[in-house]
């Protein structure tokens, strides 16, 4: 493909599907880099300097951590190069997964290496210098430390921790005033299907047979929803449909106030759908090294006041457990979106209902991971209406992470 038909197709469709703050992340990367390869120069010519082989094993050991850095950081810089590039279907969004992959990988052998050499070191003791040991690591500490402010490893994005939160916000809250106190409305849908939620502000929570909810859309069409007591809290009995604009009619013992929900950007994704799992990876890195380094200081401290030479292994072999717990997670979570699992199923149900709330079926639904961020999906739509693709694109709107969707609509016999 020439230059110009490379632009004239980037422009018609980009398939750039990279991160939010990627250049910041690739800056960040190069900069822990710079700072290990500084670290492992000092301390291998200060250990040939004065003849210490702990320094030297203490610098090699840094170039390792380099080495896993740079994977990250070509990763980034290839993403970027290669966003726009139409050999590559789904855009260049997945390097960082590989890397992340092959970093994961990497760090799982390390584990292996340092639980080997511990059991070795339990069955066979080998003198250790105090001295000398205990400010190398103290000194490979400060270094991680140090790596794990500058990739900014307090930014809940890139923690190294596998939990399932949700980008998600909630339809705005409604405060009803009553001549009981006042209530809150809201539709709640954090992890379960959408219902209508009343809970008291001031006062006393109205009854469930006292209160009724009656919708009406832009459309004209209306549902009324009766409610049912959940201990707290009132809930709907059934489902509110997508999307969620519309005019809630509230009655609560007689008195009816009328109250506008509107159709808010949800992101509507999972973590693992907008977790930067390349720069996971590195702060794993840097966070196994400084868990280790702990360990080391711990044991080696323990060794030397009280002669227990078997707490310096014992606490290496705590630590290649705790690093190989996190290259495991990282691993599955990293092989899932190469291997273009569904990234989030609660976003998957959430775009059946959209679609299926106005009597359409979906004959078949596609959901995977295109980047960072970034989802891409299939959706065949079997309607009997004459509603068209750009019907059902606009419903689907409302979920941003959808950078790449394809829709087929069939028409019901």
Same mark, same amino acid.
Not at 276 to 302: E, K, Y
Not at 318 to 340: E, F, M, N, P, Y
Not at 383 to 394: I, K, L, N, V
């Given at each position: 493909?020439?230059?110009?038909?490379?632009?004239?197709?980037?422009?018609?469709?980009?398939?750039?599907?990279?991160?939010?703050?990627?250049?910041?992340?690739?800056?960040?990367?190069?900069?822990?880099?710079? $700072?290990?390869?500084?670290?492992?120069?000092?301390?291998?010519?200060? !250990?040939?300097?004065?003849?210490?082989?702990?320094?030297?094993?203490?610098?090699?050991?840094?170039? %390792?951590?380099?080495?896993? $850095?740079?994977?990250?950081?070509?990763?980034?810089?290839?993403?970027?190069?290669?966003?726009?590039?139409?050999?590559? %279907?789904?855009?260049? =969004?997945?390097?960082?997964?590989?890397? !992340?992959?092959?970093?994961?990988?990497?760090?799982?052998?390390?584990?292996?290496?340092?639980?080997?050499?511990?059991?070795?070191? +339990?069955?066979?003791?080998?003198?250790?210098?105090?001295?000398?040991?205990?400010?190398?690591?103290?000194?490979?500490?400060?270094?991680?430390?140090?790596?794990?402010?500058? $990739?900014?490893?307090?930014?809940?994005?890139?923690?190294?921790?596998?939990?399932?939160?949700?980008?998600?916000?909630?339809?705005?809250?409604?405060?009803?005033?009553?001549?009981? !106190?006042?209530?809150? +409305?809201? @539709?709640?849908?954090?992890?379960?299907?959408?219902?209508?939620?009343?809970?008291?502000?001031?006062?006393?929570?109205?009854?469930?047979? /006292?209160?009724?909810?009656?919708?009406?859309?832009?459309?004209?069409?209306?549902?009324?929803?009766?409610?049912?007591?959940?201990?707290?809290?009132?809930?709907?009995?059934?489902? *509110?449909?997508?999307?969620?604009?519309?005019?809630? &009619? @509230? %009655?609560?013992?007689?008195?009816?106030?009328?109250?506008?929900?509107?159709?808010?950007?949800?992101?509507?994704?999972?973590?693992?759908?907008?977790?930067?799992?390349?720069?996971?990876?590195? &702060?794993?890195?840097?966070?196994?090294?400084?868990?280790v380094s702990v360990a080391v200081i711990a044991g080696l401290i323990l060794a030397w006041l009280f002669g227990w030479p078997?707490?310096?292994?014992?606490?290496? +072999?705590? =630590? /290649?457990? @705790? #690093?190989?717990?996190?290259?495991? /997670?990282? #691993?599955?979570?990293?092989?899932? &979106? $190469?291997?273009?699992?569904?990234?989030?199923?609660?976003?998957?149900?959430? +775009?059946?209902? %959209?679609?299926?709330?106005? !009597?359409?079926?979906?004959?078949?639904?596609?959901?995977?991971?295109?980047?960072?961020?970034?989802?891409?999906?299939? @959706?065949? *739509?079997v309607t009997p209406s004459g509603r068209g693709e750009a019907d059902y694109r606009a419903k689907l709107a409302r979920f941003?992470?959808?950078?790449?969707?394809?829709?087929?609509?069939?028409? /019901?016999?």
């Amino acid at each position: 493909m020439t230059e110009p038909e490379s632009a004239a197709f980037a422009a018609f469709h980009s398939h750039a599907f990279l991160g939010d703050g990627h250049e910041k992340s690739e800056r960040r990367t190069w900069a822990v880099i710079a $700072l290990c390869a500084a670290m492992m120069a000092v301390e291998i010519v200060g !250990g040939w300097l004065f003849g210490s082989i702990a320094l030297i094993a203490d610098g090699l050991h840094m170039s %390792t951590h380099a080495g896993a $850095l740079l994977l990250a950081a070509l990763a980034y810089a290839f993403a970027r190069r290669y966003a726009d590039d139409p050999r590559f %279907t789904f855009g260049a =969004g997945k390097f960082g997964d590989l890397a !992340g992959f092959t970093s994961a990988i990497i760090l799982a052998m390390i584990a292996l290496l340092i639980g080997w050499e511990a059991v070795e070191r +339990l069955l066979s003791p080998v003198p250790i210098r105090f001295a000398e040991a205990i400010p190398i690591a103290a000194l490979g500490l400060a270094v991680n430390l140090a790596s794990a402010w500058l $990739l900014g490893a307090g930014d809940h994005r890139h923690g190294h921790a596998h939990g399932h939160g949700h980008a998600h916000a909630h339809d705005e809250a409604k405060r009803i005033e009553t001549p009981g !106190g006042a209530v809150i +409305l809201e @539709v709640f849908e954090d992890g379960v299907p959408p219902r209508f939620r009343l809970r008291s502000g001031i006062g006393l929570a109205p009854s469930a047979a /006292a209160v009724s909810v009656e919708t009406i859309r832009p459309d004209g069409a209306r549902q009324m929803f009766a409610f049912a007591d959940r201990g707290g809290f009132l809930e709907s009995r059934d489902e *509110v449909p997508e999307p969620h604009a519309f005019a809630a &009619v @509230v %009655t609560i013992d007689g008195r009816a106030t009328t109250v506008a929900f509107e159709e808010h950007a949800h992101a509507h994704a999972h973590a693992a759908a907008t977790r930067d799992n390349n720069m996971r990876a590195a &702060v794993v890195h840097v966070l196994a090294d400084a868990t280790v380094s702990v360990a080391v200081i711990a044991g080696l401290i323990l060794a030397w006041l009280f002669g227990w030479p078997w707490v310096d292994p014992l606490v290496g +072999l705590v =630590g /290649a457990l @705790v #690093i190989a717990s996190w290259s495991t /997670a990282l #691993i599955r979570d990293t092989g899932a &979106v $190469l291997l273009d699992m569904n990234p989030d199923r609660r976003m998957a149900d959430s +775009l059946r209902r %959209t679609i299926e709330a106005d !009597g359409d079926l979906i004959a078949d639904l596609h959901l995977w991971r295109l980047g960072p961020g970034h989802l891409g999906a299939i @959706v065949s *739509v079997v309607t009997p209406s004459g509603r068209g693709e750009a019907d059902y694109r606009a419903k689907l709107a409302r979920f941003p992470a959808l950078s790449h969707l394809t829709i087929e609509v069939r028409r /019901a016999a």
